[in-house]
């Protein structure tokens, strides 16, 4: 697939290239200053997901057909503190610095109607309603997802209710800058009425692109994420870990690296450690691809420099 942007671009061409994205800095925590440094070198300083980063810049720039190429590589953790500073950035800043925009052009012309006042409670509604929105986001599907990373399913909620149950928040917006620019007679102040406006047209394509990576990327990656725990809730079969992309073997598969290279076969590795030959198999197929090892004598030079085994244990005959 071809992507706008990757992970050996230079950071500042990128920002360049798509101004939108400065948001991204402060939603993901990394400051300003990159030099000459490539996406993945400033994630990597900033402990920031690459793939979650790149899914939301080419998101950005590109809109939801880029998203079906990320769904499988993005860390639903980091896309869920993305989301949260996103939340906290719309609530606490955006809109209550809409608002005093919006009461500072309005209130300076004469008019005799109610339309400023009814105006102020439009917004006033509107705010209350993203409110609620992201609140319901932050207090309930989020923990959920928090969950279910731990391995935990829910009996009473789950993805698929969230997504449908889903608003667009960004059209009462729409309807807002409607009812001004149809409705509003504006006195001789039109630059503060105007910089509001401007101000609400860059909020509604805000919070669209918002809603967007919710519906496109977040809900698929934890429907996958939901596949995951239930399998592994069925069965004692190792399931994928989609937070897991890393090369870091876990506990179990250490003790059974150390199984292996102590000369032990899959049979009685199972007995020893309580589960079947199948799950050996799993483990050992997993540990292959992290390690890119398959040889007994290439796991026991892993196993003894990385202190799973002594060489006294090895038979190195
Ligand atoms: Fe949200
Ligand atoms: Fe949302």
């Known amino acids: 697939m071809n992507l706008f942007f990757s992970e050996t671009d230079k950071m500042c061409q990128v920002i360049s290239e798509e101004y939108h994205l400065l948001q991204l800095m402060s939603r993901f925590g990394i400051s300003l200053g990159f030099g000459e440094r490539t996406v993945r070198e400033v994630c990597e300083?900033?402990?920031?997901?690459?793939?979650?980063?790149?899914?939301?810049?080419?998101?950005?720039?590109?809109?939801?057909?880029?998203?079906?190429?990320?769904?499988?590589?993005?860390?639903?953790?980091?896309?869920?503190?993305?989301?949260?500073q996103a939340h906290a950035y719309f609530l606490d800043f955006q809109l209550p610095?809409?608002?005093?925009?919006?009461?500072?052009?309005?209130?300076?012309?004469?008019?005799?109607?109610?339309?400023?006042?009814?105006?102020?409670?439009?917004?006033?509604?509107?705010?209350?309603?993203?409110?609620?929105?992201m609140q319901s986001e932050n207090r309930r599907t989020f923990p959920y997802v928090e969950a279910l990373l731990e391995g935990r399913l829910s009996e009473t909620y789950n993805i698929s209710m969230?997504?449908?149950?889903?608003?667009?928040?960004?059209?009462?917006?729409?309807?807002?800058?409607?009812?001004?620019?149809?409705?509003y007679k504006s006195g001789k102040d039109t630059q503060r009425l105007s910089s509001a406006l401007f101000d609400i047209f860059n909020c509604e394509s805000e919070l669209h692109v918002h809603n967007a990576i919710e519906d496109y990327l977040f809900v698929p990656a934890v429907k996958l994420l939901e596949e995951c725990v239930r399998t592994q809730t069925h069965s004692d079969t190792p399931a994928?870990?989609?937070?897991?992309?890393?090369?870091?073997?876990?506990?179990?598969?250490?003790?059974?690296?150390?199984?292996?290279?102590?000369?032990?076969?899959?049979?009685?590795?199972?007995?020893k450690l309580f589960i079947s030959v199948n799950t050996v198999l799993t483990h050992r197929k997993n540990i292959a691809r992290k390690l890119a090892i398959r040889s007994v004598s290439g796991l026991t030079i892993y196993a003894i420099v990385n202190g799973i085994v002594n060489i006294d244990e090895i038979d190195l005959k």
């Open 97 to 133: 610095e809409m608002r005093r925009k919006l009461l500072s052009a309005i209130a300076f012309d004469n008019d005799t109607t109610q339309v400023p006042i009814l105006i102020m409670k439009f917004f006033d509604e509107f705010y209350g309603e993203v409110r609620n929105h």
């Open 162 to 183: 969230y997504s449908r149950n889903h608003d667009a928040i960004d059209k009462r917006l729409q309807e807002l800058k409607n009812i001004i620019i149809k409705y």
């Open 45 to 84: 300083e900033h402990g920031v997901d690459v793939a979650t980063f790149l899914a939301v810049a080419n998101f950005i720039k590109g809109g939801e057909h880029t998203a079906a190429y990320f769904i499988d590589k993005v860390s639903v953790r980091a896309l869920i503190s993305y989301l949260e």
């Open 240 to 271: 994928p870990d989609p937070e897991r992309r890393d090369d870091t073997l876990s506990e179990r598969e250490k003790e059974i690296v150390g199984c292996v290279v102590r000369g032990m076969s899959n049979k009685e590795i199972a007995e």
